[in-house]
């Protein structure tokens, strides 16, 4: 389970460097790719890229997002966790939290033995 927890803990701390306010299509699906491929399924890369408003990431200079605190990891079945938590979002001035997005992720275990994010959904709790 601390792999599977540890997997959305390490795609948090990589939202704010996908800034999706830049106009150009090719510079944020580069982006994308080379910032969230290492922790997500290339499905779920496949998606994003595909449309690139339906990924997170930065929307505004501030507050950002800065991390995903995790409060809950679900085991389904051996391989696949649901995990929820908060999106926390911070300012450049203090990095005290101002704003939180819950947020429900899939994780499973692939063939390689290393987690990743198969489906990730920002949630109205």
């Known amino acids: 389970m601390r792999d599977?927890?540890?997997?959305v803990e390490g795609f948090g701390t990589r939202l704010a460097h996908v800034n999706l306010l830049v106009g150009d299509h090719a510079q944020l699906t580069n982006s994308i790719r080379d910032t969230y491929g290492p922790y997500i399924t290339t499905l779920l890369l496949g998606g994003w890229i595909s449309d690139p408003a339906s990924a997170p990431g930065r929307e505004t200079s501030s507050p950002y997002p800065g991390r995903i605190d995790v409060r809950d990891a679900v085991a389904v079945g051996n391989s696949a966790f649901d995990v929820t938590g908060d999106i926390v979002y911070v300012?450049?001035?203090?990095?005290?939290p101002v704003l939180r997005q819950p947020i429900r992720a899939r994780?499973?275990?692939?063939?390689?033995?290393?987690?990743?994010?198969s489906e990730f959904v920002r949630t109205a709790e």
């Open 91 to 96: 300012t450049s001035v203090d990095g005290d």
């Open 107 to 117: 994780v499973v275990r692939g063939p390689d033995d290393v987690w990743r994010i």
């Open 4 to 7: 599977a927890i540890g997997a």
